[in-house]
């Protein structure tokens, strides 16, 4: 991995971006380390014009997976830039991180300049602090996840790798962003082969068979989330978990909410709801007054010095 220090040293090489003609150290200042995984690094960085604080994700050449070519340019880039670009050209979502500008930095791979939201934690962190949390702060941050992954799909793009970690939440206003679009692809029909996301939330056909389709793998992960916000922790470790299928409910969960995360949790990936049913599932639509109140007071907890950040 490359440091700060290595980074920073290597901005003044020739760099290229999509309409972009000044190299990133005009354009940008890269801060400290914020975490690093088989992807590459993620920094704190600054756009110098206004200050504006970003976050700036490093991806090494050799370790990219898949890689796309854009309009215009001459060279392929990697897929996780190809799908950025190609949500942002249409105006972007709420619930989808944004990226503001990509650079090629010879020899040292792509910098993604990433909107960096304020207040944020990510979502395993704000479990693992918080515990299992109340079905109607479950509800309401699922129903920002699903209606962000809409989004993606209306605009063929699939995240493939939904999980606690890449959910990022603003801990004043309790939205959510969906990060790191390492592992996605674009989006078709037919069966996928080729799986980057995280094993423990992937589906049994994906075990046993090697392959998958895009909503159902997506559904199948939704369905590991919502178990994990209200019982505080994922339902499978073991692959015999996941190929079995039969969530052992850790917590006191209601009835419409085990309903929906085991309809999600369906062993045939046709079996399982879509996205839009989700959205219409009776127990998306209730929340009883209690936990409605219970949510309103902790959410003056919810501001803290814990931040992370788009990888």
């Known amino acids: 991995m490359l440091d700060t220090r290595t980074v920073e040293l290597h901005l003044e090489e020739e760099t290229r971006g999509k ?14 380390l914020l975490g690093s995984g088989g992807f590459g690094s993620v920094f704190t960085g ?3 014009s206004d200050g504006l604080q970003v976050a700036i994700k490093q991806i090494s050449s050799d370790r990219v997976q898949q890689w796309a070519r854009l309009p215009g340019e001459a060279f392929p880039v990697p897929m996780e830039i190809a799908l950025l670009q190609r949500l942002s050209e249409v105006g972007g979502h709420s619930g989808v991180v944004r990226m503001l500008d990509w650079f090629e930095v010879s020899e040292r791979g792509f910098l993604l ?3 960096r939201p304020p207040q944020s934690q990510d979502l395993f962190d704000f479990i693992t602090e918080r515990g299992a ?15 962000a992954l809409l989004f993606t799909h209306a605009h063929g793009v699939v995240h493939r790798d939904i999980k606690d970690e890449n959910i990022v939440l603003d ?3 309790l ?4 990060i790191d679009f390492g592992s996605g692809d674009l989006l078709k029909e037919t069966a996928y082969n080729e799986f980057e996301g995280t094993r423990v939330y992937s589906p049994p056909e994906w075990i046993t068979a090697r392959q998958y389709h895009a909503v159902p793998l997506t559904v199948w992960s939704l369905g590991v989330l919502l178990f994990d916000m209200v019982c505080g922790d994922i339902p499978f470790e073991r692959d015999q978990e996941i190929v079995k299928a039969t969530p052992v409910f850790t917590k006191r969960v209601s009835k419409d909410c085990q309903t929906l995360i085991l309809w999600c949790l369906s062993y045939q990936p046709e079996d399982r709801p879509t996205l839009e049913q989700i959205l219409s599932h009776v127990w998306m639509e209730g929340g009883g007054e ?4 219970e949510e309103e007071e902790e959410g003056g907890d919810l501001q803290g010095n814990h931040s992370s950040l788009p990888g």
């Open 19 to 32: 309409k972009v003609k000044e190299p990133f150290s005009s354009q940008y200042r890269c801060g400290s």
């Open 46 to 48: 600054q756009r110098l």
């Open 113 to 115: 300049v990433l909107e």
């Open 133 to 147: 949390l109340p079905e109607r702060l479950a509800q309401r941050l699922l129903r920002h996840i699903v209606e």
């Open 171 to 173: 801990r004043k206003t």
């Open 175 to 178: 939205e959510v962003k969906i």
């Open 290 to 293: 209690e936990e409605e109140e």
